[in-house]
């Protein structure tokens, strides 16, 4: 079914009079389309839809404009160990919703009633000549404005809150960008299957604030409630109804998803995005499972027993067949086209190959007709690790591909530890700014000496020079080598063939901020302001290094998440 790469149609086209679908479903017995005039209520037609069977995809026309209905399909397909069954599914293609993603928009992007007013003029801020220029702000949407009594109720933790230019949220963001910040980085804003998009809940705290009654609050409430980072995809191409004013109308969120991109660019900001497209929220016959329930076994990677492989947290999928690397291509294609996002940062990248990822900025690029910046998390772990199924997107084999990674090595060295220490790991791992060896803690290792003090500064002049191969650094032991040739866990220190292609940074929304990392390491006795300091100086380390510039939202605030990793 390899012509199946070639189509451009797949998902719904409406114009002159008729709207077109089309399903790639190559295993599926028959499928047929179900078309509803809301998000609710029957279906007021079901076309059988015709096999191409060239391309193993199903097509069906309907001699009318659909725009603002809604469609699925019904898809009779085998499952191994289950037998044939009928899926009612929405469309992986999908550009938009109904509430809690139950059923597909009917529409063109394109259509004047999805662009805001000035869309098409609303000039993209010029400020990133290079990946070098780039000062990049991590920013969740619901966390921007939800405390933020000067946006109105109704817009709080909301697209819309972005369009309040005098929020005191919009004030700060327009000081970062005259202060230098280009780009504001959205922790996922696609469709994720986390949040209910009606009904959502968000617990009043109960009890004392160092007490166990907040947590125990919190476990019992987290299905239900209105707050998660999104990292479980269920529609890759369209925007999470949970930030819309009304998630039953599809064309809703993309027009309050546009004005929110609209107002950042007007504020100076870039605006990229954190994709996910290295797993599912499911897979198999699960109610979230999407892909799997229309080409079983087909989109996930598997392990030798035939089973998910689950490395990422979630249900991998295969970006290595064909039509994954296709759907993750195409819809980052539709997003900096027809959305005018201007960067995009993949999770756990390094779980993808990078051949598709060279084709995906090629693609990307053209589209956009602009560059748009690749940047992503390069991690070398699971079933892939070490080129096991193909070259990856990781960070020593992405070296000389312009597509940046973020980068440990200066991360660590500054703040001590690793990612992943346990919380009396935090304690005792001491880093450069908070007190290895010249300010022990009351945990920390007496066996340390100066030299370890002096091989973590190596490690930060690293990150300072770019973390760059061949870039000669004078060493604390008085040589001159490559930065390659300096050890990092075992690996080479400087991994990369340009500034460009790497990530610095101290802090992002994964484990403790800064601010919760210093409470474990430094001393207790440090005063309040010397604890500022320390923060300014990591944060710092991070402006000056060579490279791509990465700041979580509130660490120049002190951010802290009291421990919550």
């Not at 390659?484 to 940074?505: H, L, T």
Request: charged share 20%; with cysteine; glycine share 10%.
């Amino acid at each position: 079914y390899a012509d199946a790469a070639g189509l451009d149609d797949l998902g719904v086209r409406v114009g002159q009079g008729r709207s077109a679908f089309r399903l790639w479903a190559p295993t599926a017995r028959a499928v047929t389309l179900c078309l509803y005039r809301r998000g609710t209520g029957a279906a007021f037609l079901m076309l059988p839809m015709q096999r191409d069977e060239a391309s193993g995809s199903w097509r069906a026309k309907h001699a009318a404009d659909l725009s603002g209905s809604y469609y699925t399909y019904l898809v009779e397909v085998h499952v191994p160990g289950v037998g044939v069954v009928r899926n009612r599914v929405t469309d992986p293609y999908a550009t938009s919703l109904t509430t809690q993603s139950r059923r597909a928009w009917i529409g063109e992007l394109g259509a004047a009633s999805l662009a805001p007013a000035g869309w098409a003029g609303t000039a993209r801020p010029a400020r990133v000549a290079a990946a070098t220029d780039m000062a990049i702000y991590e920013l969740h949407v619901r966390d921007f404005s939800i405390g933020d009594a000067s946006v109105s109720p109704p817009n709080r933790g909301k697209y819309l809150a972005f369009t309040e230019t005098e929020s005191a949220g919009m004030r700060h963001l327009r000081a970062l960008s005259a202060a230098g910040m280009t780009d504001i980085h959205l922790l996922p804003v696609f469709d994720f299957a986390t949040v209910p998009e009606s009904g959502c809940t968000t617990p009043a705290p109960s009890g004392p604030p160092d007490g166990e009654a907040q947590q125990a609050l919190v476990t019992a409430t987290q299905a239900g409630d209105c707050y998660n980072w999104g990292y479980d995809p269920l529609h890759y191409t369209a925007p999470e109804g949970s930030y819309a004013s009304d998630p039953a109308d599809g064309a809703v969120r993309i027009l309050e998803f546009r004005r929110m991109v609209q107002a950042l660019h007007r504020a100076g900001l870039r605006v990229g995005m954190d994709v996910v497209y290295n797993h599912t929220s499911a897979a198999g016959q699960a109610p979230n499972s999407v892909l799997d329930r229309i080409v079983p076994g087909y989109y996930h990677r598997l392990d030798a027993s035939g089973a998910v492989a689950t490395s990422t947290c979630c249900a991998n999928t295969a970006t290595e067949n064909l039509m994954m690397g296709k759907l993750m291509i195409d819809s980052v294609v539709v997003w900096a086209r027809d959305h005018h996002i201007d960067s995009f940062r993949f999770d756990l990248m390094g779980h993808q190959p990078r051949a598709v990822m060279e084709v995906l900025k090629a693609r990307v690029d053209a589209a956009a007709g602009r560059e748009v910046q690749l940047l992503g998390e390069g991690w070398n772990f699971g079933e892939v690790a070490n080129g096991a199924r193909f070259v990856q997107a990781s960070q020593l084999s992405l070296n000389g591909s312009g597509i940046a990674t973020f980068s440990d090595r200066a991360r660590d060295a500054v703040r001590g530890g690793s990612a992943g220490d346990s919380d009396a790991r935090q304690v005792s791992a001491q880093g450069w700014i908070n007190g290895l060896v010249y300010d022990r803690n009351a945990l920390a290792p007496a066996d340390l000496g100066q030299a370890e003090l002096m091989r973590m500064a190596d490690l930060v002049r690293v990150g300072l020079a770019g973390s760059l191969r061949s870039y000669p650094l004078q060493t604390y032991r008085g040589e001159t080598v490559p930065m390659e040739r300096i050890d990092y866990n075992g690996q080479p220190a400087g991994y990369v063939s340009q500034p460009g292609e790497v990530v610095n940074y101290v802090e992002n929304h994964d484990n403790q901020t800064l601010y919760d990392l210093n409470a474990f390491k430094l001393p207790t006795a440090t005063r309040a302001d010397d604890r500022a300091r320390v923060q300014v100086l990591g944060l710092a380390t991070t402006a000056f290094s060579q490279g791509i510039a990465y700041f979580h939202a509130g660490s120049e605030l002190l951010r802290s998440k009291s421990m919550d990793r």
